[in-house]
Each structure stands twice: as C-alpha cells, then as structure tokens.
C-alpha cells in the first residue's frame, strides 16, 4: 500500500461537482502531495454517489491507483435507519464500493460509526473474508472509543490501524479533557472518550482528524463563526508572523500533536487542500500550540 499522506482529501461533497471538477481538484490535491482519498457508501445520497462520481470522473489507470491510498466507511444504514455490522452487511457494502470506485481494493475500510448491537464475531467474519479475497488490505474504524475497540478486538484479528474521529480546535476534547484532569468544578475534565487519544498512542493506532476546522457538531467554520474572536486574532496574527494562511496555522496546530494525527479536508478548493499541506509541514512551538488552545476557550490550568 502506497503511504498516506498526512493530509487526506474527503470526497463527501463532490456528488454535485463536473467531472472537469473532481478532476481538477484531485490534480490540486495531488501535485500539493496528498495520497489519501476518504469516502464513505453513505456519501452522496446513502448509495455509493460520491464514490461513483470519484470513479467516472477520474478512470484511475493501474499506476495512478497504486500510487493513492484509497479507504472507504460502511455500517451506517442509508436513510437514518441506525448502524448494521452484521457480517453479510459489511461484506456487501464493501463489495458494492468497490464496484463505485472501480478498483479491486481497496486500501483501507472502517466502520463508521459504533453499532452499539455489534457482535464481534460477525466484524471478523466480514474482515476475514474480504481480507482472503484481496479485497481489503487494512482495516480501522471511525468515531469509536477504547473500549469500543477492545470489544471488537476480543475476536477481531486484524489490527485496527485507524480511527477517525472530529478533532480540531473548535472541537478538542480529545486533549482538552486531559489537560483539565482532576480539575473538580472545570468542565471539560469530564472524560468523555475514556483516554482515546492516549489509547491511541499506546496501541499504534493512526487518528484522521474529520471536520478540522468546525466548532463543535457542524456549528460553523472556526474561521467564520462568532464567539471565537480571540482565536480568529491568535490565527491571523500567528499566520502573518509566518506568512502563511488560517487554515495552514490551523492544520498546524493539529499535526504538531505528538499522535502524529491525519487531517482529513471536506473541501472541494484545490487551493484549501494546498494550504492545509504546507500547515502539516509547520511546526509550531509548544508555546504556540497552548496560546491557541487556550484562545479557542479551553482552560489552561
């Protein structure tokens, strides 16, 4: 498998874009030195829209495809019906993607969101499968916690190497609740994720940081959203001490944590793409990380 780049490119938005387009923005993303593709079957209208859009707009030669790492979520079922993790539903939307995308493998799959009626044994069954037939060659999940993986980990064989979670500095709980601990009366010590970020590190496992750049569930762009004029004056000040721009200081501040964290870009602008890749070739002091920290409201204690 080709290495991932430390910048991935999320394809959730090109349902809607001219074939001209995707092929522009892939060769952005490409030339800026991104690798890594992120989909999912749900993307553009539940059915495998988005990848199939990716698949007919770019008609990836042999060399092309192995030069990219190309990964793919299932188990949330289209039209807001829960999550499926049962080992027939696995093996079938996986299979179904990669007929959208058009290639014999894909790179990696993961498990989009936790079923919370998972049977381990039927995760493994899908990955084994799909593993023996060549058609997956690693696998991850997405928005679980530790205990979440070690639950799929009792019979699952493969190392989960990924899991993508919404991390950023309008949503940094990850490491927030880690800084405050123990702190009684200060809210974010609550541990909400059981040390994910920590679990992570111990057990070799890569976080892809999703929606990097919103505050909170979709509340609006760091950059744009009010209430966060502190944070907006730290970015502008610190990106044109580096003559750079927001959102390379914001990718920054991601990749500068020792996690050695993924970011992965919802954008549809080859020039978004090429910012967020010189951001993840910054290395901010530490100085630097905590007065952002600190700006977007997070307590420093």
Known sequence: MSEASRIALGMMRIENLSAGEIRELYTGARDAGVTLFDHADIYGGGEHGCERRFSEALQLGATEREQIVLQTKCGIRPGGKGFDFSADYIVRRAEESLEALGTDYLDVLMLHRPDTLVEPEEVASAFSQLESAGKVRAFGVSNHTAQQIELLKTAVTQPLA??????????????????AANMEGVKQSAMRDGGLIEYARINGITLEAWSPFQRGFFSGSIFEQGGLRELQTVIARMAAERETTPTAIATAWITRHPARMRVVLGTTKASRVAEAVEGAGMVLSRAEWYELFAAAGYEVP
């Open 162 to 179: 990924v899991n993508q979670v919404q991390f950023g500095l309008g949503h940094a709980a990850l490491v927030a609740q880690g800084i």
